[in-house]
């Protein structure tokens, strides 16, 4: 049975820790955190493993999992290789979603198997969590000798495990970031041009949902340039004009922004002379 540490009861780390447990394939040694009373609260959230507090306390395992705030991993790795507690050839991972294995180096240097293991996954509430973590896509990189063992965790917790470039966590992240965070900020743009129009928040939700549901099954079914739809797509710089005018002078920048963008996705299905009049119509932003 695989030994596994967990340094960091929070969210994360109280869940990844109580998957492994259930699966049956994972023994879990430590949960170390700040607090005794945390440490106590992930043991019995998780069902096993030792509650401790102290870095040189940890036992020796065959996973360590870093499970704690980006700005802390590289001093808790500084700390561990201090204490000389992780053997040379076991595998340390962190689960930063920027931060690459580099953040290690200390460990690294004497011997042990660095990686990061970032499951694309909210962890709001640890139990919902372990309920709702099965299909997570979990990004690894670093230390190939690791990769496989962290693989397999991936897998035996119901992830699904894929590995990222050299080099590629920054731009991992960043594609995460605006997938999932600009999609919020396009929401509450096109939730306030609607209010404009003079629709309630109910319908707005209501059209602006159903309507943003429908274009995200097109875009992964048929990719972005042959689900694009729209005024821009048809090359109608008429449209696109009116819609300028009744915006707010930050919304008509941010309009005019992800428009050119959305030229260039269309550019193949537009005419030269349709470029030249979305170019010019979707110039700079004017104060208003």
């Given at each position: 049975?695989?030994?596994?540490?967990?340094v960091?009861g929070?969210?994360l780390?109280?869940?990844?820790?109580?998957?492994?447990?259930?699966s049956?394939?994972?023994?879990i040694?430590a949960?170390?955190?700040?607090?005794?009373a945390?440490a106590?609260?992930a043991?019995d959230?998780?069902?096993?493993?030792?509650?401790?507090?102290t870095?040189?306390?940890?036992?020796?395992?065959d996973?360590?999992?870093?499970?704690?705030p980006?700005?802390?991993?590289?001093?808790?790795?500084?700390?561990?290789?201090?204490?000389?507690?992780?053997a040379?050839?076991?595998?340390?991972c962190?689960a930063?979603g920027v931060?690459?294995a580099?953040?290690?180096?200390?460990?690294?240097?004497?011997?042990?198997?660095?990686?990061?293991?970032?499951?694309?996954?909210s962890?709001?509430?640890p139990?919902?969590?372990?309920?709702?973590?099965?299909?997570?896509r979990?990004?690894?990189?670093?230390?190939?000798?690791?990769?496989?063992?962290?693989?397999?965790?991936?897998?035996?917790?119901?992830?699904?495990?894929?590995?990222?470039?050299?080099?590629?966590?920054?731009?991992?992240?960043?594609?995460?970031?605006?997938?999932?965070?600009?999609?919020?900020?396009?929401?509450?743009?096109?939730s306030?041009?609607?209010?404009?129009a003079?629709?309630?928040?109910?319908?707005a939700?209501?059209?602006?949902g159903g309507?943003?549901?429908?274009?995200?099954?097109?875009?992964?079914?048929?990719g972005?340039?042959?689900?694009?739809?729209?005024?821009?797509?048809?090359?109608?710089?008429?449209?696109v004009?009116?819609?300028?005018a009744?915006l707010?002078?930050?919304?008509?920048?941010?309009y005019?922004?992800?428009?050119?963008?959305t030229?260039r996705?269309?550019?193949?299905?537009?005419?030269?002379?349709?470029?030249h009049?979305?170019?010019?119509?979707?110039?700079?932003?004017?104060?208003?």
């Open positions: 049975m695989t030994s596994l540490n967990i960091g929070g969210r780390g109280k869940s990844v820790a109580r998957l492994a447990h259930d049956g394939r994972y023994r040694g949960l170390l955190c700040r607090s005794q945390s106590l609260v043991r959230f998780v069902g096993a493993g030792v509650a401790l507090t870095l040189a306390d940890l036992p020796a395992a996973i360590t999992l870093l499970a704690v980006d700005g802390e991993i590289a001093a808790v790795a500084a700390e561990l290789s201090a204490a000389r507690v992780i040379a050839g076991s595998v340390v962190h930063s931060g690459e580099a953040l290690l180096a200390p460990l690294a240097a004497q011997g042990v198997h660095c990686a990061s293991l970032h499951p694309a996954f962890f709001a509430d139990a919902r969590a372990v309920d709702g973590f099965a299909g997570t979990c990004a690894l990189e670093g230390d190939a000798a690791a990769l496989p063992l962290l693989q397999r965790l991936a897998a035996d917790i119901g992830g699904v495990p894929f590995v990222l470039a050299p080099g590629g966590k920054a731009a991992y992240h960043a594609a995460l970031s605006i997938a999932s965070n600009y999609l919020v900020t396009l929401h509450d743009l096109a306030r041009v609607a209010a404009q003079g629709m309630t928040d109910d319908i939700a209501a059209v602006l309507l943003m549901r429908q274009t995200l099954d097109n875009t992964l079914a048929l972005p340039a042959a689900a694009l739809t729209g005024p821009i797509a048809r090359g109608d710089a008429g449209t004009a009116r819609h300028r009744v707010s002078t930050q919304d008509d920048a941010l005019c922004a992800l428009g050119q963008a030229a996705l269309a550019v193949d299905r537009l005419s030269e002379a349709q470029r009049v979305l170019q010019m119509v979707l110039g700079a932003a004017e104060e208003k």
